[in-house]
Each structure stands twice: as C-alpha cells, then as structure tokens.
C-alpha cells in the first residue's frame, strides 16, 4: 500500500483543496512546462523548494507521502549518480531537480484531489473532441484504468518479491518474475472481465 503514490488524497480545508480539479490540471500542465523549459541548476532547485513548498502547504502527511515516493526518490537518486558520472554535477543537479520537482507537482495534486474529479475533469475537458469522434468518457476510463494500474502493479511486484523472500528464493529472478507475471495477467483479466460485465468494450 504505501507504494500507492497515485492513491495519496486526503482530505483538506486549504485552498489548494478548494480548487477545481480542471483548474489544478491546467496549473500542473502549465507548471510542468515551465520545468522542462526552463534550464540550469539553480532554476531547478528553486523548482524543488516551491513544489515542496506546495506539498506541505497542501497538508500532506508527509511521513506517508515520503514513504510512498521512495521508489521515485530512488530512481531519481540513481538517475543523478549516473548524470554525474556522464555529464558533470551542473547537469545531474539540473536532471534531477526537475525530475523531483514534477514529481512533487504531481504528488500535490493527487494529495488535493480525488482520482474521480481528475477523470471528470478530463472528460470535461475532451468533450469538444466529440465531434471529431473521440469519445470523452471513454478516453477518462483509460486514464483512470492507467493511473489504478500503475499502483496495483508495483503492489504485485512487491507481493511477489515478498513471496520469493519468504521462500529463501530472494536471489532467484524466476522465483519473483514468473509469480509476478501471473498476478498481473490475473488482474487484468479480471478487469476485463468486470468492464464485460457492465457492458463496456462490446462496442
């Protein structure tokens, strides 16, 4: 569970919580934009300390929300070391920085608002795309099926590691992939299997 970086809301009074799910989805499209584009070191720490500004702002527990960034924190600290030995300090600080910084941009987000009014609000936002022939509603399920996935994907890999650990077979990788393959094609049939129930996909 506490890999569950997309499943991070809580409840809140702040303004951050206050605000529209559309709103707080253009603010990161735009914020987001900003990190990529804008380049150098010292732009990319002050990035970092304004998301993290927002991330306690927001009200986070953060004690839980570090504990369920660990594996992204942990990417981006080996990202940075392999910066560092290719490209030089500046660079890496640059890599890493805004690395960090989307991800607390994004962990502010989810901390404020609910998966639910996330998907609304890109159904909203799709529906001129209608006439065109996309289809607002279904576009929002296949966005909210991705983002419950991502979660529940990491939480298998971890079930199985468990699993192989448990067994003496840590050091196996047949022991933690063939397991872990299983729990993943097993989920997914059984998400077919639900959305067939209620009629979504005969189309």
Known sequence: MSA???GLHQPGTTWLHR?????KLLGLMAASLV????????SAVAFVLVAAGLVVWSGARLGFT??????LLLTAAILGAWTVWQNGWPR???VVGDLVALILLATT???????DEVMDAVARGLRPLRRVGVDPEAVALAF????RAIPTTIGLAEESRDAAVARGLERSPRARLIPFVVRVV??????GDALHARGIGDD
């Open 92 to 94: 890496a600080v640059e």
């Open 35 to 42: 990190v990529v584009l804008v380049h150098g070191p010292a």
């Open 19 to 23: 605000l529209p799910a559309g709103a």
């Open 4 to 6: 569950q970086l997309l």
């Open 144 to 147: 909210s099926l991705m983002l």
């Open 186 to 191: 097993a989920r997914a049939h059984d998400t």
């Open 66 to 71: 570090l504990r369920a960034m660990r594996w």
């Open 109 to 115: 987000m989810t901390v404020t608002t609910p998966v």
